[in-house]
């Protein structure tokens, strides 16, 4: 077996994949890392520096609690928490409850069993491990491991508890216990649909909400904390995620640009928002970013219930925005899918930090982004063998011409083409002029900056590439590589709904004014299904 380096390798014949197979054959997850003695990590786990980034934990901002005590009886009461949770679902997408009805020494006990789990013997610890999905009951480490731009420090065991649980005896022995504690998730759907302005019984009416699945983490003590993350930036894909965490803290949330902490509240819940609530109430509740750090102290125990099914029975139905909530002020952002389609792009994209909800809005916020890479400078093949995306896309490449005015013959060998899904928001919100894809940061460079990033490359890319009019490209620069880029963004059809398609064509006019250019009629008219249906398929 190939031994895990605990060395950070800079060598250029390091292999991300040998490391984290190796690593995962040895069915200990970070705990048995931790347990060799090792005093450095892994380089498999280093995380961008942007990710690991701890920002001062903004003072200004606390996630809201909200007490539960006595809603169910007292009107005046539901009314006040009510109010109070519409508020936590609109700007928050978080909060926490106290009083819910789940005793503080039930609560304790669920993170003692998934300690006492995660500390068994190493050789009945490992008949546990699993990276099949379809088990009730599995230990792993990292669910997108093979995926993600980098592993997390963090180890977890998961259990499907609705509708349909494991047998008792699936169950590790010492959590048992865990199984026969269901977090209330009818409650919270009531008081969710009441703050929708729904019927108590909406949300647990539509069975798709019925399935609750348990993720319990077990975040070791980290020797190099700002090296990694115990989980990287995401949103959960549940309708709602019920949170018990334990007194380490580390858990963040994304709130108004800034991490804010969730800190510890012994007895209490964390609620949150997920994808399928945000898609179902057409971003009225909003499925917030979130993190948890890694520390030099632990372990850190949590227990995620995430409120979503991937039964077949339920995984199939349609999930769409509410149409009662729907309006001609409010038309539908989303387009109607099924609870397996969200899952399957989600688990496909693993913790990559992009939003996982974009390829389902039916407004033109989806853009597909034109790469044109200019690798003469690096000479031969070389560059194009290292290029991030690889491949070629012809399709692309020639409508790319036609927009430039390059015929054909013209185009050089050097240039290699390629095609990736944006989204026009993220351009626009970000300040920083940076777009993310695939855990690459690329800087946007706008017309001004394009003559100060001339040099060899930007010249033949001028002269041969952008002749007026394709004023709408920005030039791209990817940070740590000399080649240069250039981008386009070209809308996604819409339904044909007049609100979508303005709202779309306004984010990325908005986007194109930042640089004083105006989308050119015929990149609003191609026709893109085709090409969201390959991306998909990639
Ligand atoms: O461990 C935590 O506090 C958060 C875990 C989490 O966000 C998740 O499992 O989705
Ligand atoms: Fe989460």
């Keep these: 077996m190939t031994t895990i380096k605990s060395e950070s390798s800079k060598d250029s014949s390091y292999d991300r994949r040998v490391e984290v197979k190796a690593f995962d054959e040895t069915k200990l997850g970070v705990k048995g890392l931790l347990d060799s003695g090792i005093t450095k990590i892994p380089r498999m786990f280093h995380h961008d520096k942007d990710n690991t980034e701890i920002t001062p934990s903004n003072l200004k901002f ?52 998934i300690r006492r789990f995660h500390e068994l ?25 093979f995926r993600d731009p980098a592993a997390n420090w963090r180890d977890s065991i998961a259990f499907f508890s609705s509708p349909h649980p494991p047998n008792p005896e699936e169950i590790p022995a010492v959590c048992r216990y865990l199984s026969n504690t269901n977090f209330d998730g009818l409650t919270m759907f009531e008081l969710f649909s009441e703050a929708l302005g729904l019927p108590t019984s909406y949300l647990n009416e539509l069975d798709s909400t019925e399935g609750e699945f348990h993720l ?51 007895g209490s819940l964390v609620i949150n928002i997920g994808d399928l609530l945000q898609l179902l109430t057409n971003d009225m509740f909003i499925s917030v970013y979130h993190r948890v750090l890694s520390r030099d102290i632990g372990p850190r125990i949590s227990v995620a219930s995430f409120f979503t099914s991937s039964f077949p029975h339920y995984a199939s139905k349609i999930v769409g925005p509410i149409k009662e909530l729907l309006s001609e002020d409010n038309p539908p952002i989303y387009r109607d899918t099924t609870i397996e389609d969200v899952a399957a792009h989600y688990h496909k994209k693993g913790l990559d930090g992009n939003r996982s909800l974009h390829p389902f809005k039916l407004c033109n916020v989806t853009a597909t982004m034109v790469v044109a890479v200019d690798a003469s400078n690096r000479g031969g093949d070389e560059g194009i063998r ?9 399709d692309l490449e020639e409508e790319f011409r036609v927009l430039n005015g390059v015929k054909s013959k013209e185009a050089q060998p050097w240039w290699t083409w390629k095609k990736e899904e944006i989204h026009v928001s993220d351009v626009c919100s970000s300040g920083h002029g940076e777009v993310r894809l695939q855990g690459h940061v690329f800087t946007i460079c706008r017309s001004e900056r394009r003559k100060r990033c001339g040099d060899d490359a930007g010249k033949v890319f001028r002269r041969r590439l952008v002749p007026p009019p394709l004023t709408l490209a920005n030039w791209v620069r990817y940070d740590s590589c000399p080649w240069k880029l250039v981008l386009g963004l070209r809308e996604a059809e819409g339904d044909g709904s007049g609100g979508a398609r303005r709202r779309g064509n306004g984010r990325v006019e908005e986007m194109l004014g930042r640089s004083d250019k105006r989308l050119p009629e015929r990149w609003r008219c191609v026709e893109t299904n085709k090409w969201r249906r390959e991306v998909d398929e990639e």
């Design 62 to 113: 606390h996630v809201p609690i909200i007490d539960l005590k006595d809603v169910n009886t007292n009107l005046s009461l539901r009314v006040e928490a009510l109010d109070k949770i519409t508020r936590a679902c609109k700007e928050w997408g978080f909060f926490q409850v106290v009083n819910h009805g789940i005793s503080v020494e039930v609560l304790d006990e669920m993170l003692c069993g």
């Design 121 to 145: 013997e190493d050789e009945m610890k490992k008949t546990f491990y699993s990276r099949d999905r379809s088990k009730k009951v599995r230990y792993f480490s990292n669910g997108s491991l």
């Design 216 to 266: 319990c983490h077990y975040y070791p003590p980290c020797p190099e904390p700002e090296l990694t993350m115990g989980t990287s930036k995401h949103t959960d894909i549940s309708f709602m995620t019920i949170l018990l965490q334990d007194h380490i803290g580390g858990l963040e949330v994304l709130h108004k640009n800034q991490w804010v902490n969730v800190h510890p509240v012994h």
């Design 386 to 394: 290292d290029w991030p995306f690889g491949g070629v896309a012809g």
